[in-house]
């Protein structure tokens, strides 16, 4: 049995506008710019692909199942700018073949630098699915998929979680294959379900690149690779980006055509099947322990942090965010509390990258910024005046938060195969 589990990540950032240090506007974001955005991406990627879901599910009879990771920032635009995009979100959740997850409400590398953000911000996600999709998620992904040992304990500790999904990083798996089910080192009951990359990116990053020597990809070539699975493996877990269709691979390259016929393709053998990441983990059993001492992600061959956390512009950049974390809480001002955590959100450092060789086209390509100099000075220029204003606020009295520090020794090095927005 080959089951194939697809998981698609919907995000899109509360991009800043231009912003100076002479700026005392308490407005951060480009409403205008984001509003334009999402309706952009809506008519290329969202409501198309969605539609395309909906009519698979039923030509199939319920046996085409996906998954979604929809961050709370991107829902709240939904609400705002394009609400037919989230009725037909709900439409998918109404077929019960759709299974909603976890993550940080706000995109955020909370986890790294603030833990009980962290939890905060899992549990607003998690509030936030039972509201709008009637599900309660009992399986986590963290923002860019930034996993290891310590990250599944606090899972655990959270109570809830069945499985989190992650990287499944060759440097991690050694011989072993991403296709069986594994458990988190040191843990109870979890479970761990690993990207198969290689899978993934031959849609996600490959697909229209006609110098890959297994250009044009097929849904009869891909499903063959799904059968090789067979007797090597459980499951295929395949998580991309949702805005794989359309928007980073578009139309004209035959990408919605590739996925009409995709489910057709793989169910003709009667040894495959679809299934969400639930679904898997309640069908196979884990076949041994994973051991993930450093932190890894998604993006970059060497699957490290070094997209977001790799230069000092980077380091410092978080870290005074974070460090304003009690200031913002005992001004007790939601508009304050609301920027900070908006400021969080991981694309605000991937625009400060400077990783200008193999990996530069991408890191350029999805950066808004003449340079990720202009980003870092246009990020710290807000970060400023979210610190003024905190001043000028009264005080109240709230629990203080831990801050955290990562090891500069973990953000190094890496080429981008998987892009990042």
């Known amino acids: 049995m080959a089951s194939v589990c697809f998981y698609f990540q919907v995000h899109q950032p509360y991009r800043l506008r231009r912003y100076t240090i002479f700026d005392s506007n308490a407005e951060y974001f480009d409403e205008a710019r984001n509003a334009e955005i ?3 991406v809506a008519q290329k990627c969202y409501l198309p692909a969605n539609r395309l879901l909906l009519r698979l599910i039923e030509e199939h009879g319920g046996r085409f199942r996906v998954a979604f990771s929809i961050t ?9 700018y394009a609400p037919d995009v989230l009725a037909t979100f709900q439409d998918l959740a109404e077929t019960g073949c759709v299974e909603f997850l976890a993550e940080t409400y706000y995109h955020s590398l909370s986890f790294l630098f603030a833990r009980d953000e962290f939890v905060e911000q899992v549990r607003m996600h998690q509030q936030l699915m039972q509201e709008l999709f ?3 998620p009992c399986v986590f992904r963290n923002t860019e998929l930034i996993y290891n040992n310590d990250l599944a304990q606090e899972i655990e500790r ?8 992650t990287e499944g990083a060759d440097h991690i ?12 080192l040191n843990t109870q009951g979890l479970k761990l379900l690993l990207k198969n990359f290689r899978l993934s990116d031959d849609i996600a990053f490959r697909f229209s690149n006609q110098h890959w020597s297994e250009w ?4 009869g070539k891909f499903g063959q690779w799904i059968n090789a699975i067979n007797g090597n493996g459980y499951v295929a877990n395949l998580f991309i980006d949702y805005e794989t269709f359309g928007e980073h691979q578009w139309e004209d390259t ?19 099947d679809f299934k969400t990441p639930s679904e898997v983990v309640n069908s196979y059993e884990a076949v041994g322990s994973i051991d993930v001492p450093e932190l890894i992600s998604w993006a970059d061959t060497e699957r490290d942090l070094s997209a977001w956390l790799g230069n000092a512009m980077q380091h410092n950049a978080i870290t005074q965010l974070y460090k304003l974390g009690d200031i913002v809480r005992r001004a007790n001002d939601p508009a304050l509390l609301q920027a900070w955590r908006r400021l969080q959100t991981s694309d605000h450092f991937y625009y400060m990258c ?11 390509y999805f950066n808004p910024y003449a340079s990720p100099y202009d980003s870092y000075i246009n990020f710290m220029s807000v970060l400023d005046n979210l610190r003024s204003r905190c001043g000028r606020s009264g005080p109240a009295s709230t629990p203080s938060q831990k801050i955290a520090t990562v090891p500069e020794e973990r953000t190094q090095g890496g080429r981008s195969e998987t892009p990042a927005k």
Do not use: M, W
């Open 173 to 184: 798996l050694g011989y072993r294959s991403p296709n069986y089910v594994y458990r988190p």
């Open 254 to 272: 035959g990408i919605f055509e590739f996925l009409r016929e995709l489910p057709g393709e793989i169910l003709r053998n009667p040894d495959n």
């Open 134 to 136: 009637g599900q309660t």
């Open 354 to 364: 400077t990783k200008y060789f193999a990996d530069g086209d991408v890191h350029k």
């Open 158 to 165: 959270i109570g809830g979680f069945k499985a989190i999904l």
């Open 216 to 219: 044009p990809l097929r849904p």
């Open 38 to 40: 999402c309706h952009k």
């Open 72 to 80: 709370g920032v991107v829902l709240e635009q939904f609400r705002n």
